[in-house]
């Protein structure tokens, strides 16, 4: 009888171990869904857009030019040589311009033999910030170069 008295204990370990991952596993995920939001957010102002779309555009009309020069051996003189036969009309006008939509955005300097592969050729400085952010970024210059490449350079208080 004595025997039915006693109860057995089992002593188990703590598992202080499964909180914190837990815990931390939470934190990550709240961290990383916060910056998913966050730049979404920013790749869908019209900022963003209007930049890629002015990034596409000069790459265009770029290309075209490439092409006019390997055809008539010699850079246009101006963009409107490019319409119709090498882009249409609207590849010459960025998203960010607020004048007519028929107007041409990029201002195009004539290279010539001599000009270095690191010549602007092409250049778009219609993408101001507004708002809050102005004081720490004013905008952003697209500029297509003679070697094909595409640079983006910031705007400074003398190019206004």
Do not use: W
């Not at 957010?41 to 890629?52: P, Q």
């Not at 055809?71 to 007519?100: E, F, G, I, R």
């Not at 490449?149 to 910031?154: E, L, Q, R, V």
Request: net charge positive; aromatic share 10%.
């Amino acid at each position: 009888m004595e025997n039915d008295n006693k109860q057995i204990y089992t002593i188990r370990k703590p598992r202080r171990l499964r909180p914190a991952l837990i815990g931390c596993s939470v934190f990550v995920v709240a961290v990383v869904i916060f910056l998913t939001v966050v730049l979404a957010s920013f790749y869908k102002t019209t900022y963003a857009k209007d930049l890629t779309e002015c990034r596409i555009n000069i790459e265009k009309v770029g290309d075209a030019i490439e092409r006019y020069y390997t055809k008539q051996d010699a850079y246009p003189d101006s963009l409107n040589d490019l319409v119709p036969d090498y882009l249409p009309a609207s590849a010459l006008h960025c998203p960010a311009d607020k004048s007519a939509k028929d107007s041409i955005s990029y201002v195009y300097i004539k290279p010539d033999s001599k000009s270095p592969a690191e010549f602007i050729m092409l250049s778009c400085s219609h993408h101001e910030v507004s708002g809050k952010m102005k004081s720490k970024f004013p905008g952003a210059i697209l500029q297509y170069r003679k070697d094909g490449n595409i640079t983006m350079a910031p705007v400074t208080d003398y190019q206004k």
